[in-house]
């Protein structure tokens, strides 16, 4: 079965896009980790699928799938390339583009100028929106938000004391739910942050049941900051739409940050907008190639090289 794909990115957190409008897409774990595997597939943060809207409110619905092979709620750099693929590929010119995703509708405007905004959909922090079990942590208010003292080494020194090294017994975090779940905390310097030791500690926190993405942000100053996102299913990418918003808005009810705020992440610089309810994120949507890929072939060479 042939797959006609492109190769897109937005930021550096690159995706394979796939048309299940004009061919058949029928999706699978299996699958999803074949195309996202960088050494064996083509190679992707997440697999972004376009098929047709089950809601008259929307255009087209909208599926993400982490290289993992897990399906996830929302993607935001991804939903920026999801409608430059829509308008590219002739699917349709509508613009702004209505998108179904699995928490309901976002909106998403294509500029003249090579930037896509995202209207991201509802923002919340309350830990069952997550879901999240903060029974019995210490919390403490920053602002408007509710910190939460998260245990990182339950479990983790009696299995495996050297992994522990000099890491901290906790870490303070925010929690902010955009359809996805996130962990935001504030560090110094995030080039200088322990993101590949501390984030798969908390994106498998127990206390999250369906996993995390953890946020590291730096205050650079009211407008500005630099992060670091370590991704559920993923791992640590160039740049997350998502965690750009929720780290943004984290930062607000915590009254350290002002909107609108450039977010500095690896892979390129996003810009949120954040009133209190209305969520808007801007940044680049780019094309790489297309190509055809024979789906049921590369699953198979893939079983045979593990």
């Excluded at 962990?183 to 030791?197: F, K, M, N, Y």
């Excluded at 996003?270 to 009133?275: A, G, I, R």
């Excluded at 190639?289 to 789906?295: K, P």
């Amino acid at each position: 079965m042939n797959w006609n794909f492109t190769k897109m990115h937005g930021a550096g957190n690159d995706f394979v896009v796939l048309d299940g409008v004009r061919q058949t897409i029928e999706m699978t774990p299996e699958r999803a980790r074949a195309l996202g595997d960088r050494h064996f597939g083509i190679g992707a943060d997440q697999i972004l699928l376009v098929e047709p809207a089950s809601s008259p409110d929307a255009d087209f619905r909208y599926r993400i799938f982490n290289s993992d092979g897990s399906e996830v709620e929302h993607c935001g750099n991804g939903a920026r390339c999801f409608v430059r693929f829509v308008h590219e590929t002739g699917l349709s010119d509508r613009n702004p583009l209505r998108a179904e995703i699995a928490t309901g509708i976002i909106v998403l405007d294509e500029g003249d100028d090579e930037q896509v905004t995202v209207e991201m959909g509802s923002t919340r922090f309350d830990p069952a929106s997550l879901p999240f079990d903060a029974a019995g942590l210490a919390t403490r208010s920053a602002g408007a938000d509710t910190l939460y003292t998260l245990p990182l080494l339950d479990g983790v020194a009696a299995a495996a004391p050297s992994a522990c090294g000099d890491l901290p017994a906790t870490v303070e975090v925010s929690i902010v739910a955009i359809s996805n779940p996130h962990a935001v905390q504030i560090v110094d310097d995030v080039d200088r942050a322990p993101v590949e030791r501390i984030g798969p500690l908390v994106e498998s926190h127990s206390r999250f049941p369906r996993r995390v993405n953890a946020g590291f942000m730096q205050i650079v100053d009211r407008n500005t900051i630099r992060l670091r996102v370590y991704e559920r299913g993923a791992g640590e990418t160039l740049a997350c739409g998502t965690g750009a918003c929720a780290a943004v808005a984290a930062g607000i009810r915590r009254g350290v940050l002002d909107t609108p705020v450039r977010v500095h992440a690896r892979g390129g610089v996003l810009t949120v907008d954040w009133d209190g309810s209305s969520l808007r994120m801007t940044g680049p949507a780019t094309s790489v190639y297309t190509g055809l890929v024979d789906i049921d072939q590369l699953v198979f060479s893939m079983a045979l090289s593990r």
